[in-house]
Antibody, heavy 115, light 107 residues
Framework: EVQLVESGGALVQPGGSLRLSCAVSGFPFENYEMNWVRQAPGKGLEWVSYISSGGTTKYYPDSVKGRFTISRDNANKSVYLQMNSLRADDTAIYYC????????WGQGTMVTVSS | DIQMTQSPSALSASVGDRVTITCRASQGIKNYLAWFQQLPGKAPKSLIYAATTLQSGAPSKFSGSGYGTDFTLTITSLQPEDFATYYCLQYYTNFPTFGQGTRLEIK
């Protein structure tokens, strides 16, 4: 069974840092691009990062560029999102998502940025 | 960035109805368009990719059409489990963008 399981969400103060993890199973992880997508409470979906299958190419929207870093460990079938300088508007559910067509989604992990 | 505009933002329909949701891109995206369904409190689920290709496991009641800038998602014979929020996504560029969503409600 294909599974993506996110973890690491928490309550963090503005300006703080957090690292999200996504553990993958059920498919050859090393062959797939991966993404993080977020959804603020009651709002729509926003793509926040991309990493190529080998980990050499990464993309970010302007809203998180310079603050968020995506990485992956193909040996351990995991993808990560390091989030620094967090702001209140980063509060959202963060989803780990497979592929450029976003075909498989994890269940999400909640990040709350508040003092 | 490419802007994706969905319409309507909300739609009321009855069980058994056929509905259509549209998505317009601010510039041409060929067929690099996907559709997703999100049930309340759940993660989004892929329905269609490449504008017209039904995702494995998605019911055939969902169909997509379009090319370039204008796209549609059609749902036939609405059932209670179809009432959800639907999103389009362009993945033509390295910076994918979603439409704002269409909430499908029971009339």
């Amino acid at each position: 069974e294909v599974q993506l399981v996110e973890s690491g969400g928490a309550l963090v103060q503005p300006g703080g840092s957090l690292r999200l993890s996504c553990a993958v199973s059920g498919f050859p992880f090393e062959n797939y691009e991966m993404n993080w997508v977020r959804q603020a409470p009651g709002k729509g979906l926003e793509w926040v990062s991309y990493i190529s299958s080998g980990g050499t190419t990464k993309y970010y929207p302007d809203s998180v560029k310079g603050r968020f870093t995506i990485s992956r460990d193909n040996a351990n079938k995991s993808v990560y999102l390091q989030m620094n300088s967090l702001r209140a508007d980063d509060t959202a559910i963060y989803y780990c998502v497979r592929n450029d067509i976003l075909d498989i989604w994890g269940q999400g992990t909640m990040v709350t940025v508040s003092s | 960035d490419i802007q994706m505009t969905q319409s309507p933002s909300a739609l009321s329909a009855s069980v058994g109805d056929r509905v259509t949701i549209t998505c317009r891109a601010s510039q041409g995206i060929k067929n690099y368009l996907a559709w997703f369904q999100q049930l309340p409190g759940k993660a989004p689920k892929s329905l269609i990719y490449a504008a017209t290709t039904l995702q494995s496991g998605a019911p055939s009641k969902f169909s997509g059409s379009g090319y370039g800038t204008d796209f549609t998602l059609t749902i036939t014979s609405l059932q209670p489990e179809d009432f959800a929020t639907y999103y389009c996504l362009q993945y033509y560029t390295n910076f994918p963008t979603f439409g704002q969503g269409t909430r499908l409600e029971i009339k």
